[in-house]
Nanobody, 119 residues
Framework: QGQLVESGGGLVQPGGSLRLSCTGS???????????MAWYRQAPGEQRELVAT???????DYGDSVKGRFTISRDNARKRVFLQMNNLTPEDTAVYYC??????????WGQGTQVTVSS
């Protein structure tokens, strides 16, 4: 059924931007399209937090802490989901995880990518 592979994390200064990507590796398109995709994050000592979701039709939802700053999108042809993060603050520092949920194929988690916002 494939796996989810994230990329794009790193170190950025406050006020900067990063774009995370998640690819459905070895996943056929018809399977990918059944997944509602999401980004979660987990800071040290904190619970995992839902950041944003996007369903197969492109409808999106965001956590209150990122509304107006982050944008989730997906490219079904390339089996990718993106998280554009703007105006980053130190409070956005966390490991970011890609997640897929399908009523047919179950749940998938990526391995996580570190985002650090610091001057």
């Amino acid at each position: 059924q494939g796996q989810l592979v994230e990329s794009g994390g790193g170190l950025v200064q406050p006020g900067g931007s990063l774009r995370l990507s998640c690819t459905g590796s070895r996943m056929i398109t018809s399977v990918w399209n059944t997944y509602t995709m999401a980004w979660y994050r987990q800071a040290p000592g904190e619970q995992r937090e839902l950041v944003a979701t996007i369903n197969g039709g492109g409808s999106t939802d965001y956590g209150d802490s990122v509304k107006g700053r982050f944008t989730i999108s997906r490219d079904n042809a390339r089996k990718r989901v993106f998280l554009q993060m703007n105006n980053l603050t130190p409070e956005d520092t966390a490991v970011y995880y890609c997640h897929g949920q399908s009523s047919t194929y179950g749940n998938r988690w990526g391995q996580g990518t570190q985002v650090t916002v610091s001057s």
